[in-house]
């Protein structure tokens, strides 16, 4: 026996919840239970979905709208959607009509991002995460003083392995170099619109470097592992370390120079800074060395002397952990496209999506087995590790 999936009907267009909590809807709403709270989902004015919620410990408790983190999912005008719990802190919407490209999102009431939310927000919070099938590489954290040789090795790495690899491209608040294009290697940035943007949580890490803002969009790392690569990030040691406080699971390597005293000459080569900011980056580099090379900070410690024995064993570390860790896994292998979904019953971890006959010919293929047994991340990035597939009917 399968169970129950919510599921809305054509319900009626207006709503009213105690004490004239009143919330216009379209008549798409879904109710389901998590622990001891009822969550409303439905379709708002403005074609994104709403969420609302009350304790069931309270027989009078009010219905209160929860402050929403993440991008809320878009449903097709006057299309359905079904939800079901997963777990026992997020609820798996299905919205119908859109299922190939997003439809499948995580309204997430209790992980640990939204409990820790909770805390810093002192409100209700739930927070969407979207689903996407598969699973992508760790991403890798690239850290080390200016001019240490950061680029030069990310650069030879995305050149040889252009569809293994994609960079994660950060936004500062610095002037563009001569050779720099907006949006390729670094998103410039206004500090007050970055700073907007940091306070609406849109950041992963960001830190104040050299006298300028530079942080790690979320986005950014999520769109590379979307278009099934493994993300690259060159950012600085405070920004490393906040990677690792947060959920995002990385290989963290320190690029070091063989002496001080090369890294100011590669620098000075370079030719891309003024005096004075050259003298700021060496005076930093410092700091950034003792806090890179001391232990447990980083999972590897490279020193880039000769660049293609540099190169050579940061292709050996990030090449050989994928097959050891078995972790890289395309994120467009199978993503089959069926119609409108007509029914949903869930069996332990696997949600089976009934579709109607197509007139292709081969019915066998209406029916889909969508697996939830191995997700990994969630909010405040994507849920990944859905698994969809045809059911075949012999
Ligand atoms: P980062 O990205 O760490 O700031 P870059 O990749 O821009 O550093 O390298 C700084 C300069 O050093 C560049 O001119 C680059 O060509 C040069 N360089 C990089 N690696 C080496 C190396 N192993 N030996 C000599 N020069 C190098
Ligand atoms: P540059 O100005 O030379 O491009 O970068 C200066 C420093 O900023 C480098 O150490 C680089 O790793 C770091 N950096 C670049 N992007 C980011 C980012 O998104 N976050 C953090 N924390 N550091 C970054």
Known sequence: MGEAIAFVGDDDLRKSYGDGFDLVCRGKETSIIVGNIEYVIGEGQDSTLFVRCKSLDDSMGKWVCPTVLGTKPSSTVGSDHWATVVGSDRILVILNGSLEVDGFWFLEVDTPFVKQQKQILGSDVVAWSKGVQGYAGKPIVISGPSGVGKGTLITKLMKEFPS????????????????????????????????????????????????????????????????????????????????????????????????????????????TETEEQVQKRLRNAKGELELGKSPGFFDHILVNDDLETCYKTLKNLVCLNESADNTYQSASRMKPAFPLVHSVSKVGSKIYLDSPALDIGNASHNSFVLDVGSLIGGAPGRTRGLDLYPVHQN
Do not use: W
């Open 164 to 271: 293994m690899f994609g960079f994660s491209v950060s936004h500062t608040t610095r002037a563009p170099r001569e050779m720099e294009i907006n949006g390729i290697h670094y998103h410039f940035t206004e500090r007050s619109v970055m700073e907007r943007d940091i306070k609406d949580g849109k950041f992963l890490e960001f830190a104040s470097v050299h006298g300028n803002l530079y942080g790690t969009s979320i986005e950014a790392v999520e769109m590379v592992a979307d278009a099934g690569k493994r993300c690259i990030l060159d950012i600085d040691v405070q920004g490393a370390r906040a990677v690792r406080a947060s959920s995002l699971d990385a290989i963290f390597i320190f690029v070091c120079p063989k002496s001080y005293e090369d890294l100011e000459k590669r620098l000075r080569s370079r030719g």
